[in-house]
């Protein structure tokens, strides 16, 4: 029963991209996929795999080359950089996502990012996650 006053988490249904994600899960290697918003707004995204710890951290640089946001995998400290971690409190995983721009933009290209809705696509991408997990049965 939820409490008065707790917020409730409502997921839109999203069309399912007709592409599969792929993941090459190692330092250097590449994660891909199409993100499907709606029916017109399409992009692909990813990343480049900067340090893997199992069970603890995931760091990537987040982009595509020929997607959103662009990335120059020579360039890789020009691009957001992605740090997932994971902690154990009372049996239960805590997953924090922190995103870092880079230093060298300007404080309108932050301004012009955030207006892109990037905050909001990144908690809509944590809920259906949290989502998916709470529905999901783990067997030992």
Not at 37 to 62: A, C, H, K, M, P
Not at 118 to 127: A, E
């Amino acid at each position: 029963m939820d409490r008065p006053g707790t917020p409730r988490l409502v997921l839109q249904q999203q069309p399912i991209p007709d592409e599969p994600i792929k993941v090459d899960l190692r330092v250097g290697g590449v994660w891909r996929q199409r993100m499907v918003i709606d029916d017109s707004t399409n992009f692909v995204t990813g990343g480049i795999y900067r340090e893997i710890v199992e069970d603890e951290r995931l760091v990537f640089t987040w982009g595509a080359t020929d997607g959103w946001p662009k990335i120059d995998p020579e360039r890789l400290d020009e691009s957001p950089l992605v740090t997932v971690t994971l902690s154990q409190i009372s049996g239960k995983t805590e997953m924090t996502v922190h995103v870092e721009l880079p230093a060298s933009i300007s404080e309108a290209e932050v301004h012009d990012l955030l207006s892109l809705g990037i905050q909001n696509g990144w908690h809509d991408t944590v809920d259906r996650l949290a989502a998916k997990f709470a529905s999901t049965s783990v067997t030992a």
